[in-house]
């Protein structure tokens, strides 16, 4: 379920705001007129700017290209002229063809997938633990599974003589890790379409692209953190994911992202003049005009938010990323999670810089002269981790260095009323969300 009330959740994000819209909203609507813009600096996934868009007009920003696709999608006008069915059809044509130069890869993966249904588990299994297919093809023994090496060998030759598959990177990097074969082929095919389709619905499709990407992905939480592990550590099966596996990689994608484009194509237009940005959140508060409020949800865990969305990024970004690699017993390997090297470290989420990039983030804002509501994140359950580098204190502390009027407001039991300071400790420490609000900017 991808609605909740009116919101809108394009896709499966870590530390989702769905929850506490309303708080948001009423924090932002006490600080300033209904005319008045909010910008939303750390906007992810483009739940909270969405929401607040339907009363106010939104600025929404964030380093990342996936976040700047998702929020064009969900805050800008659209054409509601497109032809979803002659879309899924061009595609399908690209996807045709791209199908034969993988076709013995297709097969072997089909046969391992309807072999889990019979609890024969060694060839998907191998699927699983190939890593990426571009490392594969470029080394001679890629793995022990005859039958698949005899599948890859079949691209190798193509593949070296014409070079990189530069179209197929989803392919290419992600198959057989993060989704089948079959639906990494897909998604290649649908990124080769988005360089044909017409401007009007081209951000809808590229969204709808992510969001079905983020549905299927075959992971424990639906992220790109780490990919899926078949084995144990003394080498036993593990059975008991092999049902989830063969779901995941069985989805049919096509029918997905049509699902997906009804939903994007059926929002109504938005009613306020939106705007979207893209960058670092130092040089992106100088862009933002007149506004009413900053709302501020920057990352608290050393675990950066591109580790999670990695494969999003080259999905938006249409690339073919460089993927470190590490040498471990002279045998050259990509990192497990094949991640990007490019991708973002945010200063949020260093100890030695959090601090001082929280001031730097009040200061700014209050240069502005702007309100800020900032949401401190818990402990977070779906990380697993108690990963807060700043506490509360020390951000309550920072705000006042650039506001008069600072208040903390709690998201959980004592749902909208404001802390004192024993309170505020009590909710810290637990796992209600709390929101930092600074009224007033010192001149
Ligand atoms: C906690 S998430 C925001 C979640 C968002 N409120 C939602 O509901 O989807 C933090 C976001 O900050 C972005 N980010 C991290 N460092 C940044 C920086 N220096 N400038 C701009 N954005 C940054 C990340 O890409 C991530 O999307």
């Known amino acids: 379920m991808h609605m909740l009330g009116n919101s809108f959740r394009p896709i499966h994000y870590l530390g989702s705001k769905l929850r506490i819209l309303e708080i948001i909203k009423s924090t932002v609507d006490d600080l300033c007129d209904e005319n008045m813009a909010v910008a939303d600096i750390f906007s992810g996934s483009g739940t ?45 044509i690209i996807y045709k063809e791209n199908k034969l130069k993988y076709l013995e890869i297709i097969n072997f993966e089909k046969e391992a997938l309807s072999q889990i249904k019979e609890s024969k588990y060694e060839n998907i299994c191998s699927i699983m633990e190939l890593g990426p297919l571009v490392n594969a093809i470029t080394k001679n023994q ?8 005899e599948a890859i060998n079949q691209i190798r030759s193509d593949f070296l003589s014409k070079g990189v598959y530069s179209k197929h990177a989803i392919t290419m990097l992600y198959g057989g890790v993060y989704f089948s074969y079959d639906q990494a082929i897909y998604i290649d095919s649908c990124l080769q379409y988005l360089e044909q ?51 995941d990689r069985s989805q ?27 960058g670092d959140f130092i040089e992106v508060i100088p862009r933002l005009g007149k506004i009413g409020v900053v709302y501020a949800d920057p990352p608290y865990t050393r675990y950066h938010y591109s580790r999670y969305y990695h494969v999003l990024e080259t999905i938006a970004l249409r690339d073919f990323p ?26 949020f989420g260093v100890k030695s810089k959090s601090a001082k990039t929280f001031d730097t983030l009040f200061s700014k804002c209050s240069g502005i002269g702007s309100p800020i509501v900032l949401s401190y994140s818990p402990y977070s359950k779906e990380l ?11 951000i309550i502390d920072s705000c006042s260095r650039y506001y008069s009027d600072v208040n903390v407001i709690s998201c959980g039991d004592f749902s909208h009323s404001k802390l004192n300071k024993s309170e505020l400790h009590l909710n810290a420490s637990d796992s209600a969300e709390l929101l930092v609000v600074g009224k007033k900017p010192k001149g």
């Open 252 to 278: 049919n994608i096509s029918q997905i992202i049509f699902a997906w484009l009804q939903k994007y194509n059926n929002q109504d237009q938005p009613k306020y003049l939106n705007r979207v940005l893209k």
């Open 48 to 92: 909270v700017s969405k929401y607040l868009s339907y009363n106010r007009p939104v600025v929404a920003a964030d380093i990342q290209e996936y976040s700047r696709v998702i929020n064009t999608a969900i805050l800008l006008p659209h054409s509601r002229t497109m032809d979803r069915e002659g879309i899924i059809e061009a595609v399908n």
């Open 384 to 394: 697993n981790v108690t990963p807060r580098i700043v506490t509360i204190d020390q």
């Open 142 to 149: 890629p793995t022990n599974n005859y039958t698949f090496a």
């Open 197 to 247: 389709i017409n401007e009007k619905y081209k951000y809808i499709f590229h969204a709808a692209i992510l969001s079905s990407a983020s549905d299927i992905v075959n992971t424990i939480g639906k992220q790109f953190a780490q990919p899926i592990s078949p084995r144990k550590k003394d080498g036993e099966i593990k059975t008991s994911i092999m049902k989830k596996v063969f779901k």
């Open 322 to 347: 460089e993927i470190p690699k590490s040498s471990l017993n002279g045998e050259v390997k990509s990192s497990k999670g094949v991640y990007r090297s490019d991708r973002h470290q945010s200063s």
